[in-house]
């Protein structure tokens, strides 16, 4: 009996032990009920993000472990008691969630018809993760045949295969994407992702609704012009013709069944994401790359860094999260605060690291000619927030500070030598000047206080004559080329400064893919440098971005230098450190060049590029992949130090994702094979090709290269290296120019590390971090297994078993196989 009434009381609940997809009209779902689409890819039901007591009605991926949720209906009005809410489709064919006698969110489409004993209406979780309403009383519409309503056209932060972003005025659409608050909450954040309201064809990142801060670029045809990565097959878009009424673009998978989107996280940046079956998800891209280059991304008075992580701080103690709780759940657009009300105007000022980039929306003010005089401009106005004078100018900034970054320790913020910003604080927060060690300091704290004196009006005097002068200099410098500092020592160029330093392009020391090399000096007349003019915009432009990203927000002693870029019309040149000694091929590959690398020189390289590696593996807020490690891209100073370039084809991956899906990227030659599997890549990639370099460093010649020492010219180096370790003859293996003058024991330690570079599965290869210990024998390499691809080539080559089968003529098929290698 109980069991009847409780049936009876139930109504239309559904009551079902099985999975279902589909809700008829006045069905509900309970808090403890799920829908799955028929194929089992999604879900829909209750769920609570991370460790939050709220919870939302969502739809998240079945086949994941890791819950994943790509839509959410509720995410502004969660529901506090779960055992009371439901999930309906109502007697008027609307969508609704409830919680008690609260309704906290509704589909606001109504499907009823004046002839609802004839109307069939139902809601459907269909496999590609669109939760549909149709009704067979509706005409078909542009989404498909008696559609009401689809939760495509009403995304969260997830851009899924299939579904449209866009507007289409003519049915009432406007699909674009919103990021959570934080990891725990799926309200409305600060970041969005809109196409363009003017009808071009191109996605813009917005923050706040309003300060663009990234975009797509133009729909090309096959691409957006500034995704390039799209180029890689692994999805294809599908884009309506723009016009006064539609522009919407959707996209779809080139795999049918492989699980990825596009989402857009707290942080605002836009992420490509791919679920690896049995494993984890990888990133497939992010933009904008950095993430320091999101408007707003540490919210006011933030300081966002590319080298720690988090990326985002508070300047000093004096100031503090304005949220602790959403700055540890990934949310700091909100930034910090003082921890002291100001008391104008009696307030101090706070040095900032000179490595700290100027924010914008500063205001000159005219007649401060002196810090002191700034200093005192800034404290009588009590909008006043921060100050700087350049020995030239004095800069006053009103309001909240945004865009605060701080740059690498050995940037300089390029307004003026010594130029240093200063926060208004509290006068109980300036930390109190040491007596003796800086008592310039003390001085500028002391006149803070005094304005007006005869002292300021001397200096003001002072100052403007200087003004005058350099106007006068600058006037006359006028049309002789410009050079800017745009992130420290990151320097703008023109393209009439670029020739004047190369005096027009006519020393040239090289070519590579993308352009040529020529020297040139600074205008300081003793710098010189090393410019690359890329030949073509679009065929190198891809890599010029890369570049400038990649090394302009890094600095290492085994890094090249970017001194600098110029980015005017198609023109394309990038200014670096000028290494006197080329690049390392020439010591190794090219007889009567170069003179012979000696053992201690070339075992110092091989640390060199591995601490640089390491450096872009393991230290920077980003995982660098370089994609292309080969003597060709490693330079050496003066005293031959070695220094990793070219970074146009390096890759930025988020410390919290494992691997990315990328473009086949490199040389071939040096390729992990997960490279040429088309499988996704990790920072083990490039420690693969560091071991191949390895075995050009030990032997003087290319791996795959013939020489003329009888039946060892066919072998592949690497194949008869790995025998000759496990044989424990490495001698044999040197570059005969150096006549058996090495340190056995390094030389050994390095043929150890080159072949547990090489393995065949990543998991057997070490991270670049132990390889350096394991070069300067701080950590035990060990003997490492011959990688079952060399034991194969090995095999067919007769190699297999001692060391003299080295002088047994190759079998056949000994070339196909080291191809396949």
Same mark, same amino acid.
């Given at each position: 009996?109980?069991?009847?009434?409780?049936?009876?009381?139930?109504?239309?609940?559904?009551?079902?032990?099985?999975?279902?997809?589909?809700?008829?009209?006045?069905?509900?779902?309970?808090?403890?009920?799920?829908?799955?689409?028929?194929?089992?890819?999604?879900?829909?039901?209750?769920?609570?993000?991370?460790?939050?007591?709220?919870?939302?009605?969502?739809?998240?991926?079945?086949?994941?472990?890791?819950?994943?949720?790509?839509?959410?209906?509720?995410?502004?009005?969660?529901?506090?008691?779960?055992?009371?809410?439901?999930?309906?489709?109502?007697?008027?064919?609307?969508?609704?969630?409830?919680?008690?006698?609260?309704?906290?969110?509704?589909?606001?489409?109504?499907?009823?018809?004046?002839?609802?004993?004839?109307?069939?209406?139902?809601?459907?979780?269909?496999?590609?993760?669109?939760?549909?309403?149709?009704?067979?009383?509706?005409?078909?519409?542009?989404?498909?045949?008696?559609?009401?309503?689809?939760?495509?056209?009403?995304?969260?932060?997830?851009?899924?295969?299939?579904?449209?972003?866009?507007?289409?005025?003519?049915?009432?659409?406007?699909?674009?994407?919103?990021?959570?608050?934080?990891?725990?909450? %799926?309200?409305?954040?600060?970041?969005?992702?809109?196409?363009?309201?003017?009808?071009?064809?191109?996605?813009?990142?917005?923050?706040?609704?309003?300060?663009?801060?990234?975009?797509?670029?133009?729909?090309?045809?096959?691409?957006?012009?500034?995704?390039?990565?799209?180029?890689?097959?692994?999805?294809?878009?599908?884009?309506?013709?723009?016009?006064?009424?539609?522009?919407?673009?959707?996209?779809?998978?080139?795999?049918?069944?492989?699980?990825?989107?596009?989402?857009?996280?707290?942080?605002?940046?836009?992420?490509?994401?791919?679920?690896?079956?049995?494993?984890?998800?990888?990133?497939?891209?992010?933009?904008?790359?950095?993430?320091?280059?999101?408007?707003?991304?540490?919210?006011?008075?933030?300081?966002?860094?590319?080298?720690?992580?988090?990326?985002?701080?508070?300047?000093?103690?004096?100031?503090?999260?304005?949220?602790?709780?959403?700055?540890?759940?990934?949310?700091?657009?909100?930034?910090?605060?003082?921890?002291?009300?100001?008391?104008?105007?009696?307030?101090?000022?706070?040095?900032?690291?000179?490595?700290?980039?100027?924010?914008?929306?500063?205001?000159?003010?005219?007649?401060?000619?002196?810090?002191?005089?700034?200093?005192?401009?800034?404290?009588?106005?009590?909008?006043?927030?921060?100050?700087?004078?350049?020995?030239?100018?004095?800069?006053?900034?009103?309001?909240?500070?945004?865009?605060?970054?701080?740059?690498?320790?050995?940037?300089?913020?390029?307004?003026?030598?010594?130029?240093?910003?200063?926060?208004?604080?509290?006068?109980?927060?300036?930390?109190?000047?040491?007596?003796?060690?800086?008592?310039?300091?003390?001085?500028?704290?002391?006149?803070?206080?005094?304005?007006?004196?005869?002292?300021?009006?001397?200096?003001?005097?002072?100052?403007?004559?200087?003004?005058?002068?350099?106007?006068?200099?600058?006037?006359?410098?006028?049309?002789?080329?410009?050079?800017?500092?745009?992130?420290?020592?990151?320097?703008?160029?023109?393209?009439?400064?670029?020739?004047?330093?190369?005096?027009?392009?006519?020393?040239?020391?090289?070519?590579?893919?993308?352009?040529?090399?020529?020297?040139?000096?600074?205008?300081?007349?003793?710098?010189?440098?090393?410019?690359?003019?890329?030949?073509?915009?679009?065929?190198?432009?891809?890599?010029?971005?890369?570049?400038?990203?990649?090394?302009?927000?890094?600095?290492?002693?085994?890094?090249?230098?970017?001194?600098?870029?110029?980015?005017?019309?198609?023109?394309?040149?990038?200014?670096?450190?000028?290494?006197?000694?080329?690049?390392?091929?020439?010591?190794?590959?090219?007889?009567?060049?170069?003179?012979?690398?000696?053992?201690?020189?070339?075992?110092?390289?091989?640390?060199?590029?591995?601490?640089?590696?390491?450096?872009?593996?393991?230290?920077?807020?980003?995982?660098?992949?370089?994609?292309?490690?080969?003597?060709?891209?490693?330079?050496?100073?003066?005293?031959?130090?070695?220094?990793?370039?070219?970074?146009?084809?390096?890759?930025?991956?988020?410390?919290?994702?494992?691997?990315?899906?990328?473009?086949?990227?490199?040389?071939?030659?040096?390729?992990?094979?997960?490279?040429?599997?088309?499988?996704?890549?990790?920072?083990?990639?490039?420690?693969?090709?560091?071991?191949?370099?390895?075995?050009?460093?030990?032997?003087?010649?290319?791996?795959?290269?013939?020489?003329?020492?009888?039946?060892?010219?066919?072998?592949?180096?690497?194949?008869?290296?790995?025998?000759?370790?496990?044989?424990?003859?490495?001698?044999?293996?040197?570059?005969?120019?150096?006549?058996?003058?090495?340190?056995?024991?390094?030389?050994?330690?390095?043929?150890?590390?080159?072949?547990?570079?090489?393995?065949?599965?990543?998991?057997?290869? %070490?991270?670049?971090?132990?390889?350096?210990?394991?070069?300067?024998?701080?950590?035990?390499?060990?003997?490492?297994?011959? %990688?079952?691809?060399?034991?194969?080539?090995?095999?067919?080559?007769?190699?297999?078993?001692?060391?003299?089968?080295?002088?047994?003529?190759?079998?056949?098929?000994?070339?196909?196989?080291?191809?396949?290698?």
């Amino acid at each position: 009996m109980l069991i009847l009434v409780f049936l009876l009381l139930s109504g239309f609940n559904l009551q079902t032990t099985g999975a279902i997809d589909t809700l008829t009209l006045g069905q509900s779902l309970l808090w403890n009920q799920t829908l799955v689409s028929k194929e089992g890819n999604f879900e829909l039901g209750l769920f609570s993000p991370g460790k939050s007591k709220k919870y939302y009605i969502g739809i998240w991926f079945k086949k994941v472990t890791k819950q994943t949720v790509v839509w959410v209906a509720n995410r502004e009005r969660p529901i506090l008691e779960p055992s009371a809410s439901r999930f309906t489709l109502s007697d008027r064919g609307e969508l609704l969630v409830q919680a008690t006698n609260t309704l906290l969110w509704s589909s606001n489409a109504s499907a009823t018809t004046s002839s609802p004993a004839t109307t069939t209406v139902v809601a459907t979780l269909l496999d590609n993760g669109n939760l549909v309403v149709r009704s067979n009383a509706t005409s078909a519409s542009s989404s498909g045949p008696g559609v009401v309503w689809q939760s495509f056209d009403h995304p969260t932060d997830t851009w899924l295969p299939g579904a449209t972003l866009g507007y289409d005025r003519t049915r009432g659409v406007h699909s674009f994407l919103t990021s959570w608050t934080d990891s725990e909450n %799926p309200a409305p954040g600060e970041f969005s992702m809109v196409i363009d309201p003017q009808g071009q064809a191109k996605f813009d990142l917005l923050a706040g609704g309003v300060h663009q801060y990234w975009t797509t670029g133009v729909w090309d045809g096959e691409v957006f012009e500034n995704v390039p990565e799209m180029r890689s097959g692994y999805f294809v878009g599908v884009p309506y013709a723009p016009n006064a009424s539609v522009n919407m673009f959707s996209y779809h998978d080139r795999k049918p069944m492989g699980i990825g989107n596009f989402f857009l996280h707290v942080n605002g940046q836009m992420r490509r994401r791919q679920w690896i079956v049995g494993g984890d998800w990888v990133l497939f891209c992010t933009e904008p790359h950095d993430a320091c280059d999101v408007y707003g991304s540490c919210g006011p008075f933030g300081v966002c860094s590319n080298t720690t992580s988090p990326a985002c701080e508070c300047p000093s103690s004096a100031f503090a999260p304005r949220s602790q709780r959403e700055w540890t759940l990934g949310n700091t657009a909100a930034g910090c605060a003082r921890r002291t009300e100001l008391q104008c105007p009696s307030d101090g000022f706070l040095a900032m690291p000179s490595t700290v980039q100027l924010p914008n929306g500063s205001v000159e003010v005219a007649g401060a000619q002196s810090d002191m005089a700034c200093a005192a401009a800034c404290q009588r106005d009590c909008s006043c927030t921060a100050y700087l004078y350049d020995g030239t100018r004095c800069l006053v900034w009103n309001g909240e500070l945004v865009n605060l970054r701080t740059l690498p320790s050995d940037d300089q913020q390029g307004v003026a030598a010594g130029a240093v910003l200063h926060l208004r604080v509290a006068a109980s927060e300036v930390p109190p000047s040491p007596s003796s060690s800086a008592a310039g300091h003390s001085w500028r704290k002391s006149m803070v206080m005094i304005s007006g004196s005869v002292a300021a009006v001397v200096l003001l005097l002072v100052g403007l004559v200087v003004v005058v002068a350099v106007a006068v200099v600058l006037r006359k410098r006028r049309g002789k080329g410009k050079v800017t500092a745009v992130q420290g020592s990151l320097l703008l160029f023109d393209y009439q400064a670029v020739r004047a330093a190369t005096r027009d392009f006519t020393e040239k020391l090289g070519s590579g893919s993308f352009g040529s090399v020529y020297k040139g000096v600074l205008a300081d007349k003793t710098t010189p440098v090393a410019v690359k003019k890329l030949d073509g915009l679009r065929q190198g432009e891809k890599q010029f971005r890369a570049e400038v990203v990649t090394l302009g927000m890094i600095h290492h002693i085994n890094l090249v230098r970017l001194r600098g870029f110029c980015s005017e019309g198609s023109k394309r040149v990038l200014v670096y450190d000028y290494m006197p000694n080329g690049s390392l091929d020439a010591y190794l590959f090219k007889n009567g060049g170069s003179k012979v690398l000696s053992w201690g020189q070339r075992f110092g390289i091989a640390v060199g590029v591995a601490r640089g590696l390491a450096y872009l593996h393991e230290k920077c807020r980003e995982c660098i992949i370089h994609c292309d490690i080969k003597p060709e891209n490693i330079l050496l100073d003066d005293e031959l130090g070695a220094k990793l370039a070219d970074f146009g084809m390096a890759k930025l991956i988020s410390h919290e994702f494992s691997r990315v899906l990328t473009t086949m990227r490199g040389t071939m030659g040096y390729l992990a094979p997960e490279w040429l599997a088309g499988a996704p890549v990790t920072a083990k990639a490039d420690v693969y090709s560091y071991g191949l370099l390895l075995f050009e460093l030990v032997s003087g010649r290319r791996n795959n290269a013939s020489s003329d020492d009888g039946g060892r010219s066919a072998v592949y180096f690497p194949v008869h290296a790995a025998v000759r370790l496990h044989a424990g003859d490495v001698v044999g293996l040197l570059d005969k120019k150096l006549a058996g003058d090495a340190n056995v024991e390094e030389l050994e330690r390095v043929c150890k590390v080159a072949c547990w570079c090489i393995q065949d599965e990543e998991g057997d290869r %070490p991270t670049m971090g132990l390889v350096v210990q394991q070069l300067e024998g701080v950590a035990d390499a060990g003997l490492p297994p011959i %990688p079952s691809r060399l034991h194969m080539l090995a095999t067919v080559n007769g190699c297999v078993g001692g060391a003299a089968a080295e002088d047994e003529p190759p079998q056949n098929g000994s070339k196909l196989a080291t191809e396949q290698v």
